[in-house]
């Protein structure tokens, strides 16, 4: 079946460690994406890809780090420098840029402790 | 300004009844919009997309899309409980690479 996997679903972590969010999908989808979730503050981008070895900033990328070596995996790094981690972060992809429709992962759940 | 807005909510709705979740926009070059539902602790799914002014059904869903008010809809008829859950409406303004704005998403709960 095709579609999303993001691990580890729960992740906890100390103050200062860095921790790395995986994402693979094997849609074949050109476009991925990183998104934050905070309760009543809906979705917030934080970096998106377009094509492999491409990617821009979003909202809010300050304290996370991206790479797309691959076209289907898409990890995002929460690092130290990130001030308020704990957050929902959802992966999602796209067959092309624009065209809107998302396809999400199920999620991982950060906890800073 | 939000790019995307809706009313937080909660909406509440007898089982049976009609739902309706507004949402507005504040670009007038978007061109797409679509409806996501997610259920507590889950990701988001699409479950509906509009690009024409009008109504489009599929099922018991119901989008509706106002270009020259800025105004998108979902209806749900006969409201199930399964039903509950937070609805997130989304807009693809094509103003850049990064266009599609969410807002932050109407809960909506179904009552038995």
């Known amino acids: 079946d095709g579609g999303i996997t993001q691990s580890p679903k729960y992740l906890f972590r100390k103050e200062g460690q860095n921790v790395t969010l995986s994402c693979e999908q094997n849609?074949?989808?050109?476009?991925m994406y990183w998104y934050r979730q905070d309760p009543g503050q809906g979705l917030r981008l934080i970096y998106y890809?377009?094509?492999?070895?491409?990617?821009q900033k979003g909202d809010i990328a300050e304290g996370y780090s991206v790479s797309r070596e691959k076209k289907e995996s898409f990890p995002l790094t929460v690092t130290s420098a990130q001030k308020n981690p704990t957050a929902f972060y959802l992966c999602?992809?796209?067959?092309?840029?624009?065209?809107?429709?998302?396809?999400f992962g199920e999620g991982s759940r950060l906890t800073v402790l | 300004q939000k790019e995307v807005e809706q009313n937080s909510g909660p909406l509440s709705v007898p089982e049976g009844a009609i739902a309706s979740l507004n949402c507005t926009y504040s670009d007038r070059g978007s061109q797409s919009f679509f409806w996501y539902r997610q259920y507590s602790g889950k990701s988001p799914e699409l479950i509906m997309f509009i690009y024409s002014n009008g109504d489009k059904e599929d099922g018991r869903f119901t989008a509706q899309l106002n270009k020259a008010s800025q105004y998108v809809s979902l209806l749900i008829r006969d409201s199930q409980p399964s039903d509950s859950a937070t609805y997130l409406c989304a807009a693809n303004t094509q103003t850049g690479a990064n266009n599609l704005f969410f807002g932050t998403g109407t809960r909506l709960t179904v009552i038995p």
């Open positions: 849609l074949n989808h050109d476009a």
């Open positions: 890809s377009q094509i492999v070895n491409d990617f």
């Open positions: 999602a992809s796209m067959l092309q840029a624009n065209t809107g429709e998302l396809f």
